[in-house]
């Protein structure tokens, strides 16, 4: 299994310290951007992102969790990101932001919140890079993961399957030892944050899923 490390819970007043060398081993960086009104939390800009950007050759997963995604493109393509990812359910129009993304040359994602259904992006899926699945309420890192996310990730790997389309399945939210295994078949990565990062051996607990 590939993942992609969520810094959200990080020391981020020692932050190399806290998650310099683990950054290293983990097969992406996924950034939560928030923005204190599509989620109920305020986290990081493209300023900490650039500022990161020297700490490892890894690909930066973008995650934005703002209301107007169409407006910030360009600032986090140049902090560094190779793959952003927006909500379906911001205030957008999907297509457009997907085209706006190809335009810098990197890779497009749609994110899904738990009560939203495959169905609502199925139009979308064959200009998709990725499809990040939310297994929790996006807005806080250490949630529990909802078990609905099972059956979209299942769905989208179908459909990825039988008219072959090019997008990565990713999951967000709660993703650990005991749940991934509920998933993994479906998936190309999963994110994972506190499991990892509020780890006593942080690069043992990243290695348990890698092995999955
Ligand atoms: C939630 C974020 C997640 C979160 C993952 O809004 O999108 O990326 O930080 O953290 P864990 O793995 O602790 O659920
Ligand atoms: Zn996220």
């Given at each position: 299994?590939k993942?992609?490390?969520?810094?959200?819970?990080?020391?981020?007043?020692?932050?190399?310290?806290?998650?310099?060398n683990?950054?290293?081993?983990?097969?992406?960086?996924?950034?939560?951007?928030?923005?204190?009104?599509?989620?109920?939390?305020?986290?990081?800009?493209?300023?900490?992102?650039?500022?990161?950007?020297?700490?490892?050759?890894?690909?930066?997963?973008t995650?934005?969790?703002?209301?107007?995604?169409?407006?910030?493109?360009?600032?986090?393509?140049?902090?560094?990101?190779?793959?952003?990812?927006?909500?379906?359910?911001?205030?957008?129009?999907?297509?457009?932001?997907?085209?706006?993304?190809?335009?810098?040359?990197?890779?497009?994602?749609?994110?899904?919140k738990?009560?939203?259904?495959?169905?609502?992006?199925?139009?979308?899926?064959?200009?998709?890079?990725?499809?990040?699945?939310?297994?929790?309420?996006?807005?806080?890192?250490?949630?529990?993961?909802?078990?609905?996310?099972?059956?979209?990730?299942?769905?989208?790997?179908?459909?990825?399957?039988?008219?072959?389309?090019?997008?990565?399945i990713?999951?967000?939210?709660?993703?650990?030892?005991?749940?991934?295994?509920?998933?993994?078949?479906?998936?190309?990565?999963?994110?994972?944050?506190?499991?990892?990062?509020?780890?006593?051996?942080?690069?043992?607990?990243?290695?348990?899923?890698?092995?999955?």
């Open positions: 299994m993942v992609s490390l969520s810094i959200l819970t990080a020391d981020f007043s020692n932050f190399e310290k806290s998650v310099g683990v950054m290293k081993e983990s097969d992406y960086i996924h950034l939560d951007v928030m923005d204190g009104e599509f989620v109920p939390n305020i986290s990081i800009g493209p300023a900490f992102v650039k500022s990161i950007r020297k700490l490892t050759d890894k690909p930066f997963d995650h934005l969790m703002i209301r107007h995604p169409n407006n910030y493109i360009k600032e986090f393509v140049e902090a560094g990101s190779q793959y952003i990812t927006f909500h379906i359910e911001a205030d957008c129009n999907a297509k457009e932001v997907i085209d706006i993304i190809h335009s810098y040359g990197i890779k497009a994602g749609i994110s899904i738990p009560k939203t259904s495959v169905k609502v992006i199925e139009e979308l899926l064959p200009y998709l890079d990725m499809v990040l699945i939310m297994s929790v309420e996006p807005g806080f890192g250490g949630q529990k993961f909802m078990p609905v996310a099972i059956d979209k990730a299942k769905e989208l790997k179908e459909l990825k399957d039988k008219y072959g389309y090019n997008y990565l990713n999951i967000d939210g709660g993703i650990n030892d005991k749940t991934l295994p509920l998933v993994k078949d479906y998936l190309d990565l999963a994110v994972s944050g506190s499991f990892v990062c509020n780890a006593e051996d942080q690069i043992k607990n990243l290695n348990i899923l890698k092995n999955m």
